[in-house]
């Protein structure tokens, strides 16, 4: 099953595995539409949130690197992220995709520029992981990397340093186009970013017209930001917990989870809804091209938005 995908959403420059972007025209319709505050609990790239419509978003992550470089998108002019961007592609002596072809570079559709660009990823990131402050230029650095990394990610090993291996792809005019509408989109929000475990956050402030929407990590399938138990059985629990004492106090949420995949199933999830009465709605996602390190391309998932209302 193939679905037709909506092109109408601002796209998020940073890729996250089990982000939002491909599933957006399922999960915003159930939204409520007088929304005064959203908080996007786990906002990773930010694909919910900066297509909400929210009349206040709270952007927050426990990613020190990911909320610092959203603030740097957000108070840098675009012309100058970008010729700092380009700067650093010629300093180092990327491809430049726009200008030329794969083959210019050695490389092909499989490949793309990979070959080429491995070494200077390589001193590019070495640079990086070496920077003595988290100025601007410091998330100038850091994006680069993720434009010529793997699948346009952001990862830091337990050392805190940037670890993910050089991607196909390069700073191409597409690319620049998308950043670009990313940007000015997030500058028009009211918005604040916060880092917080989702277990110490604020919710005091929020309104019966309020709304959380929450995309953790999930508990049954791995991805990179879920590798080596990121994600617990305890974290699992806390979290329906947080969301239990939302709809005591009136609040609307909204959780995208897995209740099933590749044969496994949330025992926890399953437990959970059948004391409640909240909303299960199916979303299809197509996890042939989105999962990381998949096993097998034929098994079921069935994954779902809970909502309390």
């Known amino acids: 099953m193939q679905r037709t995908q909506i092109k109408n959403y601002i796209a998020s420059p940073l890729n996250y595995i089990g982000g939002k972007a491909r599933v957006l025209d399922q999960i915003l319709p159930c939204f409520p539409t007088d929304i005064d505050i959203l908080v996007d609990l786990f906002c990773g790239g930010c694909n919910v949130g ?41 300093e180092y002596g990327f491809s430049k995709t726009r ?14 520029v990979s070959v ?23 998330y100038i650095l850091l994006y680069t990397l993720v ?92 979290l329906l917990y947080v969301l239990d004492g939302l709809n005591e106090r009136g609040i609307r949420f909204a959780l995208s989870n897995v209740l099933e995949h590749e044969g496994k199933k949330n025992v926890l999830l399953y437990e959970w809804l059948t004391n409640r009465a909240y909303t299960v709605t199916d979303i299809f996602m197509d996890y042939h091209y989105s999962n990381y390190q998949k096993k097998s391309k034929a098994a079921d998932s069935r994954e779902v938005l809970i909502t309390n209302y």
């Not at 297509?51 to 992550?61: E, K, P, Q, W």
């Not at 793997?150 to 191409?172: A, C, H, I, M, T």
Request: proline content about 2%; charged content about 30%.
């Open 99 to 112: 200008d030329h072809s794969f083959a210019y570079y050695g490389g092909n559709a499989n490949l793309g």
């Open 116 to 138: 080429y660009n491995r070494d200077k990823y390589l001193k590019l990131r070495d640079a990086f992981n070496q920077y003595p402050k988290r100025d601007n230029q410091y």
């Open 147 to 238: 434009l010529f990394g793997f699948n346009n990610q952001l990862r830091f090993n337990s050392f805190g340093e940037f670890n993910l291996p050089v991607g196909k792809r390069d700073f191409n005019k597409v690319i620049e186009a998308k950043l670009v509408k990313f940007f000015d989109a997030l500058r028009s929000q009211d918005c604040l970013f916060s880092i917080s475990d989702f277990r110490k956050f604020d919710f005091n402030n929020l309104t019966e017209k309020s709304f959380v929407y929450c995309d953790p990590p999930y508990l049954i399938t791995k991805a990179t930001y879920n590798e080596k138990d990121g994600w617990t059985e305890e974290d699992e629990r806390d």
């Open 50 to 90: 900066i297509n909400a419509g929210a009349n206040y978003t709270i952007y927050n992550d426990t990613s020190k690197e990911l909320i610092g470089l959203l603030k740097t998108f957000r108070r840098m002019k675009n012309d100058t992220i970008i010729a700092r961007i380009n700067a650093l592609v010629d």
